[in-house]
């Protein structure tokens, strides 16, 4: 059974970093793409990183040069490194797998980044 564990979240001040973690304690065949995404309260989820089978990457514009998604397909894990953190990127970071048929959601890991 797929299950995403999301690890590594938790309290930092600002300008320090953070690695996020997330692994598949089931197993996902054939992946298409991975990400992370983040929701801040009373916002909406958004994208902040994806990484393609292929190994290309993508970023929000907010974290260009300050993050950086990697992953394994193989094995069903997928990276964030998070590099001089603001106050605003401060949320619940969600780890994403998908599967070209179905989209897999971990519960979610907080981060904080205190001023």
């Known amino acids: 059974q797929v299950q995403l564990v999301e690890s590594g979240g938790g309290l930092v001040q600002a300008g320090g970093s953070l690695r996020l973690s997330c692994a598949n304690s089931?197993?996902?065949?054939?992946?298409?793409?991975m990400g992370w995404y983040r929701q801040a309260p009373g916002k909406q989820r958004e994208l902040v990183a994806g990484?393609?089978?292929?190994?290309?990457?993508n970023y929000a514009d907010s974290v260009k040069g300050r993050f950086t998604i990697s992953g394994d397909n193989a094995k069903n894990t997928v990276y964030l490194q998070m590099n001089s953190l603001k106050p605003e990127d401060t949320a619940v970071y969600y780890c994403?797998?998908?599967?070209?048929?179905?989209?897999?959601w971990g519960q979610g890991t907080q981060v904080t980044v205190s001023s």
């Open positions: 990484i393609t089978s292929g190994g290309s990457t």
């Open positions: 994403n797998m998908n599967s070209y048929v179905r989209n897999y």
């Open positions: 089931g197993i996902i065949f054939s992946i298409n793409t």
